[in-house]
C-alpha cells in the first residue's frame, strides 16, 4: 500500500509548526525549506513569503479546540469544565518535549507590528477568552469578561512558568486560583 506524500504547502505548513517551536519564528527560512524538502518557489506561491507562511501556521494551529475537549470531558457543569482546563494544562506541561505557547513566543519574538502573525494570534486569544467567558455565563458568574480575562492570564502565566520551572506543576497552583476565583467571584 502506497502513501500519498502531502503536497507542498502541507509540508511547509508542518515544518515550519515543528522547526518554530524548536527554534522559535525567527529561524531561518532555509530551516524550513530543507526540513519541508521543498523549493523556495513554493514557499513564495504558497504563502508570499515567510511571513504569510508563519501566519498562515499559526492559524491553522490554534487549538482551543484542545480546551474545549478538555472541558467536554469532564462533562456538563461549568465549574468542573473550567478545572478541567489546569489539570490537561498540567500534562501538556510536565511533557519533556513542550516548549511553551507557541502563540505567546511569536508574538514577543515579531517586533514588527504589522507582521500578519500579530492579528492572528490575537484573534486566537480572543477565542480563548470567549470560550472561557461563555463557561462563566453558564456558571451565573456576576463578571464573565473580567473573569475570563483571570482565567486567561492565569493559562498564559502557566504556559510561560511550566518553561522553567514546569516540576513546580504550576498548572496547579493556577487551578487553585480559579477555584478560588469561581467558589468566591468578585472578591
Same mark, same amino acid.
Given at each position: +500500500?502506497?502513501?500519498?506524500?502531502?503536497? $507542498? /504547502?502541507? !509540508? =511547509? %505548513?508542518?515544518?515550519?509548526?515543528?522547526?518554530?517551536?524548536?527554534?522559535?519564528?525567527?529561524?531561518?527560512?532555509?530551516?524550513?525549506?530543507?526540513?519541508?524538502?521543498?523549493?523556495?518557489?513554493?514557499?513564495?506561491?504558497?504563502?508570499?513569503?515567510?511571513?504569510?507562511?508563519?501566519?498562515?501556521?499559526?492559524?491553522?494551529?490554534?487549538?482551543?479546540?484542545?480546551?474545549?475537549?478538555? +472541558?467536554?470531558?469532564?462533562?456538563?457543569? $461549568? /465549574?468542573? !469544565? =473550567? %478545572?478541567?482546563?489546569?489539570?490537561?494544562?498540567?500534562?501538556?506541561?510536565?511533557?519533556?518535549?513542550?516548549?511553551?505557547?507557541?502563540?505567546?513566543?511569536?508574538?514577543?519574538?515579531?517586533?514588527?507590528?504589522?507582521?500578519?502573525?500579530?492579528?492572528?494570534?490575537?484573534?486566537?486569544?480572543?477565542?480563548?477568552?470567549?470560550?472561557?467567558?461563555?463557561?462563566?455565563?453558564?456558571?451565573?458568574?456576576?463578571?464573565?469578561?473580567?473573569?475570563?480575562?483571570?482565567? =486567561?492570564?492565569?493559562?498564559?502565566?502557566?504556559?510561560?512558568?511550566?518553561?522553567?520551572?514546569?516540576?513546580?506543576?504550576?498548572?496547579?497552583?493556577?487551578?487553585?486560583?480559579?477555584?478560588?476565583?469561581?467558589?468566591?467571584?468578585?472578591?
Amino acid at each position: +500500500m502506497q502513501t500519498t506524500r502531502p503536497g $507542498p /504547502r502541507e !509540508r =511547509l %505548513l508542518d515544518a515550519a509548526r515543528d522547526v518554530t517551536y524548536a527554534h522559535g519564528v525567527t529561524v531561518g527560512v532555509d530551516a524550513i525549506l530543507q526540513r519541508a524538502d521543498v523549493a523556495r518557489r513554493s514557499l513564495y506561491q504558497h504563502f508570499g513569503g515567510k511571513d504569510g507562511l508563519i501566519a498562515e501556521m499559526l492559524r491553522e494551529t490554534s487549538n482551543e479546540y484542545r480546551y474545549r475537549e478538555t +472541558m467536554d470531558a469532564a462533562g456538563d457543569d $461549568p /465549574r468542573t !469544565r =473550567l %478545572l478541567a482546563v489546569f489539570d490537561e494544562l498540567d500534562r501538556v506541561t510536565s511533557r519533556p518535549e513542550f516548549r511553551g505557547c507557541r502563540f505567546t513566543s511569536a508574538e514577543l519574538a515579531l517586533a514588527d507590528p504589522d507582521h500578519p502573525a500579530h492579528a492572528e494570534i490575537r484573534a486566537y486569544k480572543e477565542r480563548m477568552h470567549e470560550m472561557f467567558r461563555a463557561e462563566l455565563v453558564r456558571l451565573g458568574h456576576p463578571d464573565p469578561d473580567t473573569g475570563a480575562t483571570q482565567i =486567561l492570564v492565569l493559562v498564559d502565566g502557566v504556559l510561560a512558568h511550566a518553561v522553567t520551572r514546569a516540576d513546580s506543576h504550576p498548572a496547579l497552583a493556577a487551578k487553585g486560583l480559579v477555584a478560588l476565583m469561581l467558589d468566591r467571584p468578585g472578591r
